[in-house]
């Protein structure tokens, strides 16, 4: 293949033509990096990636270009040679999932035609499969209702954002006391951050023994806040553990308030689409809205968010004219009204690769896969039961999320258990053999203990697969590495 | 090619081996997909595209999935023949860019890795790719400046959302009045709605006459305010016409009120790619911060925004510590935090499709593409200009913009004229001919009428391509349809 710059091509529009060539040398780079890598990440840690990163791109604005082959192969070779790479079995840290080919093919197409999702004469048919798509997803949350709705999001960072701002705009209308927002303290961090944002008053923070929201301390921190417009924002699948929240109780107790309930679902929503984990999320029905990503349990590239609401209607104060967009005499002649689908106005058709996957699977497909991931974690918590050097978090595994330390940490007194704990993720992921994740969190005592975790999303990794991850941390919690260690 | 479903391998992750099968289907269905269409847009309206999309593509979540192939086939052919196409000289209403080929192929290595931008254990390399991309593009508004830094964003309504976020903060940090935004009329809606997201009070809007902001308007205005924090949003190539406000007199009265300016180049930022174009942004470098996205000048697919801070330390309001992405001790050993760097959480690598295309062309290839769209307005303008049957507005082309009316929309009562130019773009949409813009904004004699706008972003389109333009709009306005006239 001729990688020599050809500036004559350089600015070539993304014509199926041109891309056979380009994404040819770009899968080239993709597998050439991942042969580099040999492993989950790269070996070596920052400061080494920056390097090897540096020396195949930069400078990224050179005076004179280098042509398109020459800059995408050594852009691609660089992200893949240091990718921390989620479909290897070993990177496991995060709610940080192995795409499907499906998905990120469909992407290309979004990439390729570039949509943009603000008006209909940006993207007459991307609307059409966009509608299609958001009334599916509505209906996973809310078969029961009349008229439910979603929107597709960055993620659940902005899905929850975006209901807080909805919940915002309902207790104006009413005239009273501005919003006041309850929190789990096992919240994400998002559901604070928006508050702060939107300009609200801080959260009020909710107990959380074990993990999950108590709906008696819910009832309290109500009752002590008085009446108002108020609303609950609930946990299903928390970022440390996976656990989901008392929702039925929550919902009774929010709705004897008369507070609304929002649920934050951006990792356990899609269990709806497994008729036996479903009941797992029994009471999310009755929340106003309902966050959930289809780039963790889903495995799409990110972004791919929704907000449901259980009534289209709630969407309103998303609603906006803009002449140039959606003129009302346009609107009057038949031309779809985008714009009030989202705070942001170009938006790529994020859709594209979510429709062409819930398509290829069907609901079955998407429930087995799904399935998978929550047995592999179940079956992954007894081999670490089993093991006699680490020990399980009591009540692990939340959705496909282990919590489990070395015995060796316990051993220790609990600060230098904790930087043992630290310093064995760190030195795995500086020798470039594991990404674990880590999280801070009671033990069964009640005292904050580090934890690794691991968050099983893959679409075939097996409990089989993992053995080698527990002789990894085993044989590092015997022999931490003096460079993982410290500063 | 066998498209038959394959359920074994549905769910497979976004291996090369698995890419290069799947994106020779999503090529093929893109080039049959554009053929079937055969113009800028589909034709016959709203109704028959989206009959055809669903026959493509519902049910979008079946219960038994159709496997991957014909999933992907049948939604990107739906996408492909239902497109606005901007890679079509005669697709030119929206600041809608085609993008390159090069860009397009670096956004499939962005979804076939799936690095997320929230922690270096999700992202070692595209992390540092970020960072040598965001200087660079920082370094293009603020040369002159130490320590200039710059974010990617969803585009710029995010970026003018963060902006006003963050001086926000800076002025509740002076324990006085809440911050007063000071807008144009022309300004992006995008700046009022984050006023109010933001709980900001409603932004003071200054009178823009020629469809600038005026200096002396804006004095007044700061005036009449009074003290306390203030940032003024000024407007470098305005949605509707592609003008420049008076950057370096608006910078000189917000300086003597001890107000902040904040640019939203979203459009016009690019021009300082070119040696001859950035001094139209001269002043620019007075401002606080500064949106600009690469999805329009740029070329990028959707999305690829920046806002740009004259220092690094403008940025403080965003840092967040989450223990699970960023914990003290990771951060104190070594662990880059990424985590201040947007108000999403969980982000796709934009960055790497600009980083190839920076690197492809290089300033003085981005700076020529530039020209090339700004050269291209000016000459369509002037063959707007020498047609008897049309009315260029006066002042037309700003930046690649060009608005103009049919003589016969002139010769009618201004209702009625209006009429007639929203029904010639209306039927040219429902023929599936062109794609063109509107804008209401006023005449010479100071009152609104209704323009036809072109917006000319094609890195390839030059003036000659676009004489069938002129002749579709001449036609179309002696005979419009009565279809695409009415309800």
Not at 28 to 39: P, T
Not at 238 to 261: F, K, M
Not at 340 to 354: A, E, F, N, Q, Y
């Amino acid at each position: 293949m001729n990688r020599a710059p050809r500036p004559d091509a350089v600015a070539d529009p993304a014509s199926p033509h041109a891309l056979r060539r380009l994404t040819s040398v770009a899968l080239d780079a993709l597998a050439d990096g991942a042969a580099a890598r040999g492993g989950p990440l790269p070996a070596g840690g920052p400061d080494t990636v920056a390097a090897r990163t540096r020396a195949l791109c930069a400078p990224v604005l050179p005076d004179e270009g280098v042509g398109a082959e020459d800059a995408l192969y050594g852009i691609a070779r660089a992200a893949a040679e240091g990718a921390a790479d989620p479909s290897d079995p070993h990177c496991v840290a995060h709610l940080h999932c192995p795409p499907l080919a499906v998905a990120a093919a469909a992407d290309l197409v979004a990439s390729a035609l570039n949509p943009s999702m603000d008006s209909w004469d940006q993207a007459p048919a991307a609307a059409v499969i966009e509608e299609e798509v958001t009334a599916a997803l509505a209906h996973l949350v809310y078969a029961g209702r009349p008229e439910p709705d979603a929107v597709i999001t960055s993620g659940g960072t902005e899905s929850n954002l975006v209901a807080l701002l909805l919940a915002r705009e309902r207790a104006r209308a009413t005239g009273a006391r501005a919003l006041q927002v309850f929190v789990g303290a096992n919240a994400h961090h998002s559901v604070r951050r928006a508050a702060w944002m939107l300009g609200l008053p801080t959260p009020v923070v909710v107990d959380c023994p074990g993990g999950r929201m108590s709906p008696a301390a819910l009832d309290r921190a109500l009752a002590d806040c008085g009446p108002g417009p108020a609303l609950v924002v609930a946990t299903a699948g928390t970022t440390d553990e996976g656990l989901v929240d008392p929702l039925p109780e929550l919902a009774d107790v929010a709705r004897t308030h008369g507070a609304e309930l929002h649920v934050d679902a951006a990792y356990g929503g899609p269990l709806l689409f497994s008729e036996r984990l479903a009941p797992r999320l029994a009471g999310i029905e009755h929340a106003v809205s309902v966050t959930y990503d289809l780039h963790k349990l889903g495995w799409q590239p990110v972004a791919a968010g929704v907000l449901a609401v259980a009534d289209a209607a709630l969407l309103e104060p998303l609603s906006l004219t803009a002449d140039y967009l959606n003129a009302d005499d346009d609107t009057e002649a038949g031309l779809p009204d985008l714009l009030g689908r989202s705070i942001r106005t170009s938006r790529r058709p994020d859709v594209l690769k979510i429709a062409a996957t819930l398509r290829a699977l069907g609901r079955r497909g998407m429930g087995a896969t799904v399935e998978h991931c929550v047995g592999t974690a179940a079956e992954f918590a007894r081999a670490v039961d089993d093991h006699p050097a680490l020990r399980l978090r009591a009540g692990s595994p939340g959705i496909s999320t282990v919590l489990f330390r070395p015995v060796a940490a316990d051993a220790l007194p609990r600060e230098a258990g904790d930087e043992l704990v630290a310093a064995v993720r760190r030195d795995l992921l500086a020798e470039g053999r594991a990404v674990l994740g880590r999280a801070l969190v009671p033990d069964a005592d009640g005292s904050p203990r580090l934890w690794l975790k691991v968050t099983l999303l893959h679409p075939r990794t097996t409990a089989d697969d993992l053995g080698g991850l527990l002789k990894l941390v085993t044989e590092r919690a015997e022999a931490p590495m003096t460079a993982g260690t410290g500063g």
